[in-house]
């Protein structure tokens, strides 16, 4: 150690005086220490990465462990870390008291920290995203499973999951889970990046129709129970809100017919054209129609052959 720290000094002391290499003997001192604070940093995250999912898988097994755990983690960060008295809290939970006694925030505080545990177990992870493609539709179907319960709650579920008090609490706030979704209602990216992609083939085709028809089912409910205080009249009458509207007539058009263009990329050519092609003439006033009968043109046009390079012609 004392020699490590006299290297140090001279490394910052000799520019001052001359230019001058690194011995080897200093190399090989600066790894061996770069090495010992890349494996206690390491062990230090993954320490915390543990403790985290640990409490977090406790914290979600009831409503009644969700809320505890959520107002400890509150009371940490806006409180006791800041060094605010503990009656301010006392009077914040007060104003709160609606939301906290509320089932469907409770409900919705669960479904959060599952997805931030699979967030985890996604970050720990060398494997690529779709591995988790499972766990990632059981999770959302649970979700979906307890929509009518969770009025209310779309922006808690839209809040990506590393930014919530949970992962504050723990300063996991900057782990990295490439290409994967934050939220659990992210359903674009959740299907399009991690459940369609190991079903785009020709032997799981049905299955990948199967998701698309999770997927459109999921969206649908979305609208139906997150956009019926848009507008108030047509909830009273028993109409459909404007957001409703749109989505009847365009948004879910527009699904039928991404859906019937994968299958086809997948290899259920003949099936999907068909459909495609009965999708067209069904729509033909869609504002996509145009678009939708240039893609259908382009799939069924057979690529131009490319010429095989002519050959050089020798030199006389």
């Not at 011995?23 to 206690?40: F, M, P, S, V, W």
């Not at 914290?59 to 809320?67: F, G, L, Q, V, Y």
């Not at 930014?163 to 209602?185: D, M």
């Not at 609208?223 to 009273?236: I, P």
């Amino acid at each position: 150690m004392r020699a490590l720290k006299t290297l140090a000094v001279a490394l910052t002391l000799t520019p001052l005086l001359h230019a001058d290499p690194l011995t080897e003997a200093d190399r090989e001192a600066l790894i061996e220490r770069l090495t010992k604070i890349q494996e206690g940093s390491e062990k230090l995250i993954n320490e915390r990465f543990n403790a985290a999912i640990v409490a977090y898988r406790g914290a979600m097994a009831s409503d009644e462990a969700a809320i505890e755990f959520y107002l400890k983690c509150v009371e940490k960060l806006q409180f006791d870390d800041k060094n605010r008295k503990e009656s301010d809290f006392r009077e914040w939970k007060k104003k709160q008291d609606d939301q906290l006694k509320s089932p469907g925030f409770r409900r919705a505080l669960r479904h959060q920290l599952r997805w931030l545990v699979l967030t985890l177990q996604v970050a720990s992870s060398k494997e690529s995203v779709v591995k988790f493609s499972p766990d990632a539709a059981k999770a959302v179907d649970d979700v979906f499973a307890d929509i009518a319960s969770l009025d209310g709650q779309r922006d808690l579920l839209r809040q990506g999951v590393l930014s919530t008090v949970f992962a504050q609490v723990y300063e996991i706030g900057a782990v990295k889970a490439n290409e994967w979704p934050l939220s659990p209602i992210e359903l674009g990216n959740i299907y399009g990046k991690v459940i369609f992609p190991p079903l785009r083939r020709p032997d799981r085709v049905e299955s990948l129709r199967a998701a698309w028809a999770h997927r459109i089912q999921q969206e649908t409910l979305i609208v139906e129970h997150w956009s019926r205080g848009a507008d108030e009249k047509a909830s009273r009458d028993g109409g459909r809100s404007p957001e409703q509207e749109k989505f009847v007539t365009e948004t879910y058009p527009e699904f039928l017919w991404q859906e019937e263009e994968d299958v086809f990329k997948a290899g259920d050519q003949r099936g999907a054209a068909l459909r495609m092609f009965q999708h067209i003439e069904k729509y033909a006033t869609h504002p996509k129609a145009i678009d939708w009968t240039k893609q259908f043109r382009a799939l069924l046009e057979p690529r131009a052959a490319v010429a095989p390079a002519a050959p050089a012609t020798p030199a006389p």
